[in-house]
């Protein structure tokens, strides 16, 4: 399986998505915003590394052990990405899920051709939104991209919100939705590359990212 997690309006919380679902499935999340990377970074191989050739994907993939999440990290100077080969990413993601069984990507913002790479390969989306006036209907931009892409979408993820107006989100959408509130534990267990389950069981968020997974299984 290759879910993409993607948005049309950065700053909605793709990446916080990203990384829950991934450590929900038992998958590899993968950052391939190759020019606004997110995800936690450490020492080693990373996707820039693997689209220029100079790595293979199993190898820069970060095995986080209990309590994290299995990352394929992105690289984050300039210099990487002009060395990236885009088109590259299709393989390494096809690569990564013959090995691993599930892959979460983390896509760039946008209609641009590097957010529409991940949507390529991917079986299925989970549109990432927040509920103002803007982020909705760059969302429903980026659903007629998954669309023409034939990546349809799973699940609306509401980020940041607060008695949103979920019935008129899911007509727009033409998704359900899942509404995930703020909460302090979500940006610390995002800091430390962990899941919110592994930070917070029993917030509210966490329960909300079980529901999530449960419901693509």
Known sequence: MILAVVGGKGG????????NVAAGVGGVVVDADLGMADLPHGPGP???????????????????GAGG????????????ARAADATELVEALRRVEAHYGAVVVDCPAGMAADAGLPLYAAD????????????????LRTKA????????VERVVLNRAHDPPVERVERTLGAPVTVVPEHEAVDRARNDGRAVAAVAPECVPAERFRDLVSGLQ
């Open 12 to 19: 909605v919380g793709k990446s916080t998505v990203a990384l």
């Open 69 to 80: 999440v299995d990352v394929l990290p992105c690289g984050r100077t300039l210099a990487g």
């Open 145 to 152: 991209l998954a669309r023409v892409l034939d990546a349809g």
């Open 124 to 139: 299925s989306c989970l549109l990432v939104s927040t509920p103002d006036g803007v982020a909705v209907p760059d969302a």
């Open 46 to 64: 990373d996707l820039h590394d693997v689209l220029a050739g100079r790595a293979d994907a199993i190898e820069a993939v970060r095995e986080r």
